[in-house]
């Protein structure tokens, strides 16, 4: 046995050490004989040993029981084993461990009259004899044997040594664990006298008499035995150790049914106590072989909090389960056996406890003394090698925590360049919509090679195309109805009763390409085959629903911007188009042309620069805002109308009705000698003003990256000066944005009713600004210009609209055509349970007439929040809109007055809103 200890100390001294090492709890289960009580009522063993790791219920099969009939367990007993094979084959290696400076536990587990007394009795004084033994045969070691011995009986911890029925503290020393206050532990003389106090408290222990057992245990007890061992060679010597255990003994109370133990008073109170934390245990059992996440539920019993560090912790643990034979007590048995299978899942991490000795403390607390003196002495050297290691640590942690700082303010960094980015890119794609605009310039015969190829997947398509509708609705010679029985009215009933003089080249182009399509009445937008929106308009950021796209063949080369531009060309041609600014006369070799800007990263140049669509355009003098558009390569003029910025300026109006959307350049237009009157101009000056800093800044920026934070602060304070300050700033905090982006929202709902503006655009405007911080700016443009068109419509004005004028009349009259495409939409798009659905929504009557109409004339009637939504959502889905992309939001752009954002496909004039 001797033998055994040692091995196991060097086998765990091997295996870890002091380290710990992990390992699962053992458990054994004890299957004891049938008494002879139980025999005398004829009881039936139902249970049966298979082999040494098995055990079997017999009778699952006859009670066609779902519980599993066998289980495995580290190793069985049958009721024939004697106690000394359950501990020679199971508790030994466990027991033992202790001499090696191991704590260990043996706990016995199972319903009353199971077996646990009798088994852990036995185990202990085998153990104890071993341990004796062990002690005897390494005489080379001085050992010191403490005794100890608790139980907890309703819940009072009682010393088992002491005959006073005193309840004991409990208490939680942090380096000790739970301990028991004032507890008595008494040194072991020898073997005789550890008996002796077995007997004593055996004798202590609360007993009882119950049906099923007549000496039933009603308390659970815990016997320790603490060991604590030095070699004797260096017991004198200051590096002498001490490797110090302790190794429990458990006799749980067993569970127990009133009904089957009769117990009845103080019985019955002493079974609900022990049911209690037994089942506290079996809780903390659980939790521990699932993992111990979470919170573990110690504390809710004396014995958990007690066994905690034996469950699992610095322990090695083996429990033995022991169970009743009897069919009577099959249930119980099978809770035992289901506690055994959850305790096989629990791990615990023992480890050699090795004492310093206090001399040994003494010495090593006199070194650590030492250093610090030394380290005192000398605060900037280190004062040994040792102290060169926590030098480098100190070192280290400051390298490291430096380059926290550099990632954090390199992403600081990013952030800014990038907020710089978005702002150039809104300013710079305002001005490419303005652009587009007025040069026709996009690729239109890719345009129109993406949306040939699926209709199915174009997203806003039939806006882009409805809108067609729009603008040549302008014509006042266009009558709906006719449209319907005119051939050339099924392709495009706008163009239909058209002057062919006047309508036949725009419509040409758009009837060879679409000719071959079956649904031709309301065609869609390009789409390329990944459902891309084919907007060219947005060159690097072409507009897409899903992605942006780089636009197809687009000639790089003369896309490029020029690199060899200098500082001072550019300073230069902002003069000039100042100068431009001065002189509305200006001819138009003013016109910044950004192929000679040196802007590498210009997407406001080089993504509209298409020439080869431009070349008809006629070169005509330009206004000073456009001038100032930095987008506008050589060769791509064309002709200009006069910006018509004035409200007050009246203009010849043909009737045609137009919605009105979002702002295009080409409503800047106006007579150059017109003066600038209205204060609206100031902003359109002011904007120029930015957008000289604005390309100042890009190109500053491209010489000095690194200073990105810094442009961006000197461009918004540009910006400011340029009296654009208030469309810059950024909201304050997310909630004070909030309420401002409702507000406006509002207001902007507001302005949109009354100036008749387009329900797509209001449908694309609602969904695509949703209050996120960088929507302001987009908001405070469309609140301006709708504040400007509605002044502009209460003096009795009317707005230029491209070349056609647009009044409150004729806008609403836009808005009731794009009403009339709603519901032939809603015909196309929506199945007839989708339609039923809708109406039912939007209560209309089933078996009303003309209920298309009713709902297309609901929809964005009112300036009702919850109202707008359901609009705009219905309104989407006819459109097949989804609302998404940072690259549509930009096609709003910055404007400052009332526009449209047309385009031009060859001749045909498209308008997308
Ligand atoms: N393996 C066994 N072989 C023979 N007799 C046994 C065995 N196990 C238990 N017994 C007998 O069964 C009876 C009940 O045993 P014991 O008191 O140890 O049960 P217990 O589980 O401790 O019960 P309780 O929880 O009520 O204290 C005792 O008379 C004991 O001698």
């Given at each position: ?473 302008n014509?006042p ?173 009246k203009l010849s109006t043909n009737g045609s009705p137009s ?138 004005n009317q707005s230029l609209?491209?070349?056609q004028t647009v009044t409150?009349a004729s ?103």
């Amino acid at each position: 046995m001797g033998a055994v200890a040692g091995e196991e100390l060097v086998k765990w001294e091997k295996m870890g050490g002091v380290g710990g090492h992990e390992e699962k709890i053992l458990v054994l289960v004890r299957l004891r004989p049938l008494s002879e009580k139980e025999i005398a009522v004829n009881e039936v063993a139902d249970w049966e040993c298979i082999n040494d790791t098995t055990i079997l219920y017999r009778n699952t099969l006859r009670e066609g029981s779902t519980f599993p009939s066998a289980y495995t367990f580290d190793r069985v007993f049958r009721g024939d084993c004697s106690t000394k094979q359950v501990y020679e084959e199971g508790a030994k290696e466990i027991a033992l461990s202790v001499v090696g400076g191991i704590n260990s536990s043996i706990f016995a587990y199972g319903q009353t009259s199971s077996g646990k007394t009798y088994t852990m009795v036995g185990i202990t004084e085998y153990a104890v004899a071993d341990i004796f033994d062990y002690i005897n045969k390494h005489e080379e070691r001085a050992f010191v044997l403490k005794f100890s011995a608790i139980e907890i009986y309703n819940e009072i911890i009682r010393d088992l040594l002491r005959t006073e029925n005193t309840s004991l503290r409990l208490r939680d020393d942090p380096e000790r664990g739970p301990l028991v206050e004032k507890l008595t532990e008494e040194t072991l003389r020898d073997r005789v006298h550890l008996k002796e106090l077995l007997s004593f408290c055996e004798a202590q222990r609360q007993v009882g008499e119950t049906y099923l057992n007549d000496k039933s245990s009603r308390s659970h007890q815990i016997i320790r035995l603490t060991i604590e061992s030095s070699a004797r060679e260096f017991m004198d010597k200051s590096n002498s150790t001490t490797l110090a255990a302790s190794v429990n003994f458990v006799d749980l109370a067993g569970s127990e049914r009133a009904s089957q133990a009769l117990s009845a008073g103080s019985r019955l109170k002493e079974g609900c106590h022990i049911n209690r934390s037994l089942l506290t245990l079996g809780t903390v059992i659980r939790k521990l072989s699932k993992g111990r996440q979470g919170h573990i539920n110690y504390r809710d019993s004396k014995l958990t909090r007690i066994l905690q560090p034996f469950l699992g912790g610095n322990s090695r643990t083996a429990i033995i389960c022991t169970l009743s034979p009897t069919r009577s007590h099959v249930e119980q048995t099978r809770n035992t056996l289901l506690f055994a299978c959850c305790a096989k899942q629990v791990t615990t991490k023992a480890q050699v406890n090795v004492v310093m000795s206090d001399k040994a403390l003494v010495k090593q607390l006199q070194k650590e003394v030492t250093r610090l003196e030394s380290e005192l002495r000398n605060p900037g050297l280190p004062a040994t090698n040792c102290d060169y290691a926590a030098v480098l640590r100190k070192k280290n942690l400051q390298i490291e925590k430096m380059e926290r700082e550099i990632r954090e303010l390199v992403k600081q960094r990013d952030l800014a360049q990038s907020r710089v980015e978005d702002l150039l890119r809104m300013v710079g794609n305002d001005q490419k919509s303005r652009k587009t605009g007025i040069d026709n310039c996009f690729n239109m015969q890719e345009m129109t090679d993406t949306w040939e190829d699926d209709d199915s997947i174009s997203e806003s398509s039939s806006i882009y195309r409805s809108d067609l509708r729009i603008t040549e609705f302008n014509n006042p010679n266009y009558n709906n109805e006719d449209s319907e029985s005119s051939p050339d009215s099924k392709l495009f009933p706008p163009f239909a009763n058209k002057n062919p003089d006047e309508y036949c080249k725009e419509v040409q182009s758009l009837e060879l390409e679409e000719s071959s399509r079956d649904d031709l009445e309301y065609p869609d937008p390009p789409v390329s085959e990944n459902g891309v929106l084919a907007l060219p308009w947005y060159g690097e950021e072409n507009v897409t629903i899903q992605e942006i796209p780089t636009p197809v063949n687009e000639d790089r080369e003369e896309r490029q911007i020029q690199d060899n531009a200098t500082s001072s060309v550019l300073e230069q041609r902002l003069d000039d188009a100042q100068l431009s600014n001065d002189s509305p006369l200006a001819s138009s070799a003013t016109v910044l042309n950004c192929r000679n800007l040196k802007l590498t990263r210009s997407w406001s140049c080089r993504e509209y620069y298409t020439p080869d669509k431009t070349e008809e355009m006629e070169r005509t003098p330009l206004n000073s805002f456009e001038k100032f558009f930095p987008g506008r390569p050589d060769g791509l003029q064309r002709k200009f109308l006069p910006l018509t910025y004035d409200a007050s300026t009246k203009l010849s109006t043909n009737g045609s009705p137009s919605s009105i959307g979002s702002p295009s350049m080409d409503e800047l237009r106006t007579n150059n000698s017109r003066t600038y009157a209205n204060e609206d101009i100031t902003s359109v000056q002011t904007f120029v003003a930015g957008m000289k800093e604005m390309v100042k800044l890009e190109y500053e920026k491209q010489l000095v990256d690194d200073q990105v934070q810094m442009n961006y602060f000197k461009f918004e304070k540009n910006m400011k000066d340029a009296g654009v300050d208030s469309m810059l700033e950024v909201p304050g905090s997310p909630v004070e944005w909030s309420m401002q982006f409702k507000l406006q929202q509002r207001e902007i709902v507001e302005l949109w009713q009354t100036c008749n503006v387009s329900l797509f655009h209001r449908t694309y405007f609602f969904l695509l600004f949703r209050g996120d911080p960088t929507d302001s700016i987009y908001m405070e443009v469309e609140h301006r210009r709708l504040s400007f068109l509605k002044e502009t419509f209460a003096g009795g004005n009317q707005s230029l609209n491209d070349d056609q004028t647009v009044t409150l009349a004729s806008s609403a009259k836009g808005v009731r055509h794009e009403r009339d495409m709603l519901v032939k939409l809603m015909q196309r798009r929506l199945s007839e349970e989708e339609r039923k659905n809708l109406f039912r929504k939007w209560s209309i009557a089933l078996d009303s007439k003309r209920r298309r109409k009713q709902l297309a004339n609901r929809l964005w009637s009112n300036a009702d929040m919850n109202h707008v939504a359901e609009s705009a959502a219905v309104v989407a889905k006819l459109v097949r809109f989804t609302g998404q992309g940072k690259a549509l939001k930009e096609m709003f752009g910055l404007s400052f007055t009332p526009q449209r954002m047309s385009y031009s496909w060859r001749s045909t004039r498209v308008s997308l809103f």
